[in-house]
């Protein structure tokens, strides 16, 4: 071989050995940049993913407390103090995600200030735990109470219910009876509604410690069988105990000591009017219906 061969040869080693060199370079170059592309990338994701927490946890964590809104007075009063506490933590974060440039920092801050927002949600859980325990029994306890309240009612309407119905003026022993009028004046008994000028009921008023002394008004009520009650010259009129007015066929006012008494009532007429048939008898003390009973006329 001679020299100039030689020569040509080492030339093109040379150059081979520069142009693997290159090639080499360009590789590495290349691969580098992939990896900080690819890694680039993986940043932009990891961030882009981190936000889409923070943004679903600050939601959630909202959605969580307000839930709880409307059972009680004083369990909105806190839930509007942890909304305010929140929209606080929640512009701090807001503050972060716009200024924060560097991914790594940011990641930290953020899991920092939402690990807060954590803590500060579970506080307010635990708060509003207790709270509704509280609520709830004091409910129960409300709920006891009225029952008591409801029952000490009952039993006071009872017993003034009994009073009542112990204070009620009674009548026995009630004899209805009809009379005609002689000529001179005196009545004898009759039967006949064509010849009778006075319907009469007598009884006894019983006696009745509770009931309260003083004047006491009995009204004697006849009602005749075409259901119009029959009115003496002087006509009497009254209240029942239910508010309903009527009107008397004759009435007496007595000085009511508690004692029996023996009264007798009676509605006459001069004309004979009365029609035969059927007779409802009702006697009224102190506005409540205390008997009745029928009486025929023939």
């Not at 506490?85 to 972060?96: D, V, Y």
């Not at 859980?125 to 129960?140: T, Y």
């Not at 119009?228 to 239910?242: H, P, R, V």
């Amino acid at each position: 071989m001679t020299d100039s061969t030689k020569k040509n040869n080492n030339t093109l080693t040379l150059l081979l050995l520069l142009l693997i060199t290159s090639i080499g370079a360009n590789f590495y170059q290349w691969k580098s940049h992939s990896s900080m592309v690819v890694s680039h990338g993986n940043e932009v994701d990891s961030l882009q993913t981190l936000r889409l927490n923070v943004e679903r946890e600050l939601g959630l964590t909202t959605l969580e407390l307000e839930k709880y809104r409307g059972i009680a007075g004083n369990l909105d009063t806190l839930l509007n103090d942890a909304k305010g506490k929140i929209a606080l933590q929640e512009q701090t974060i807001r503050t972060l995600l716009a200024n924060e440039k560097d991914g790594k920092k940011l990641s930290a801050q953020l899991k920092t200030e939402l690990a807060k927002l954590h803590k500060m949600r579970d506080e307010y859980l635990e708060k509003i735990d207790v709270l509704i325990a509280e609520n709830d029994k004091l409910k129960a306890e409300n709920s006891n109470l009225n029952s008591q309240v409801e029952n000490l009612n009952e039993q006071k309407n009872l017993l003034a219910d009994k009073v009542a119905t112990a204070s009620q003026l009674k009548v026995e022993y009630v004899k209805v009876a009809s009379f005609k009028k002689r000529m001179n004046g005196k009545y004898t008994e009759s039967v006949l509604a064509k010849r009778t000028n006075k319907l009469e009921a007598c009884f006894t008023l019983m006696d009745n410690k509770i009931a309260g002394t003083g004047d006491k008004m009995v009204y004697l009520v006849i009602t005749a069988p075409d259901g119009k009650i029959l009115m003496s010259y002087t006509k009497a009129q009254f209240t029942d105990a239910e508010g309903n007015p009527l009107d008397a066929s004759a009435s007496i006012k007595i000085d009511y000591t508690g004692a029996k008494q023996d009264i007798c009532l009676a509605y006459e007429n001069d004309t004979r009017i009365l029609e035969s048939g059927t007779y409802q008898i009702a006697i009224y003390a102190d506005g409540l219906l205390v008997h009745q009973s029928n009486y025929i006329l023939r």
